[in-house]
């Protein structure tokens, strides 16, 4: 079967001033997929997902998602997204359940909101704690509550930009799992992370950035297979190092 494209990125590029952000970039990802980006700080992933995510405007180039272009349909492309992104805050003075249900009633009413919301609560996982005010949540919690907000919806492409970033192991691992599973609920997926064990464990493939350009483009053991190396860490250290 052939796969469907979810993301088409063209030719990215953004400037800010006299920076290149984004140097250029063209890859694709499939439906279904688990696509990784990876980079030193400042290669320009989370500047090309906020430009997915319609929050950032392009300088050149295109993307287009499921068919619609990010800068000329971008609330199509805003219904079919969720984007979490790398620093978040939640609305402090509402409980974990509170802002779920909050966020979930600007796209459904009364039952069909209290569902949303307990999709993210199971994903959040946060046991009583969810009834606690959000002021009171840890780094990690308020992160899941966050990953839960963004899976939530179901969205036709999760935009998580370092997934897993500030989560003990075992959250962290929960985590993952969740959004692998997501994938078969029929969302795609485009984390960023710095974590290499990571996107080896979840990553369908993996595109690796620098200084705003595309400089390697494979599944994890193509990229292993390619370098030699014993691990996703060992091929960033030799491809950027
Ligand atoms: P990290 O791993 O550190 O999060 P990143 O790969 O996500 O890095 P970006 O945040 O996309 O990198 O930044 C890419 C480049 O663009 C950097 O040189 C950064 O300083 C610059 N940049 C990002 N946002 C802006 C902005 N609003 N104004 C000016 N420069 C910016």
Redesign the pocket.
């Known amino acids: 079967m052939e796969s469907v494209s979810a993301v088409e990125v063209i030719d990215l590029v953004k400037t ?1 001033g006299e ?1 290149r ?1 984004v140097d250029g970039l063209s890859f694709s990802v499939s439906e279904g997929e688990v696509f990784g980006l990876i ?1 030193p ?7 090309t997902m906020r430009m997915m995510s319609t929050l950032l405007q392009v300088t050149s180039g295109s993307i287009n998602i499921f068919g619609h272009d990010v800068m000329k349909e971008t609330d199509e492309v805003r219904r079919i997204i969720s984007y979490l992104p ?1 620093e978040a805050g939640a609305y402090k003075n509402l409980t974990g359940r509170q802002y779920l249900e909050f966020i979930a009633r600007f796209f459904a009413k009364g039952e069909g909101a209290i569902e949303i919301a307990a999709r993210g609560m199971d994903v959040a996982r946060l046991g009583d704690r969810i009834d606690d005010r959000v002021e009171t949540y840890s780094k990690g919690m308020a992160r899941r509550l966050l990953v839960g907000r963004a899976l939530m919806f179901r969205p036709r492409l999760a935009i998580l930009d370092e997934l897993t970033s500030g989560l003990d192991v075992i959250s962290a691992q929960q985590i993952r799992r969740v959004v692998r599973d997501s994938t078969k609920a029929g969302t795609t997926v485009i984390v960023s992370s ?1 974590n290499m064990l990571e996107v080896e464990l979840i990553c369908d493939r993996i595109a690796l950035v620098n200084a705003g350009k595309l400089v390697e483009l494979g599944t994890p053991s193509e990229l292993k297979y390619r370098y030699g190396a014993a691990n996703i860490e060992d091929v960033f250290v030799r491809v950027v190092g």
Not at 41 to 47: E, L, M, P, Q, R
């Open positions: 800010f920076v952000a980079g700080n400042g290669a320009g992933k989370t500047t790398e710095h």
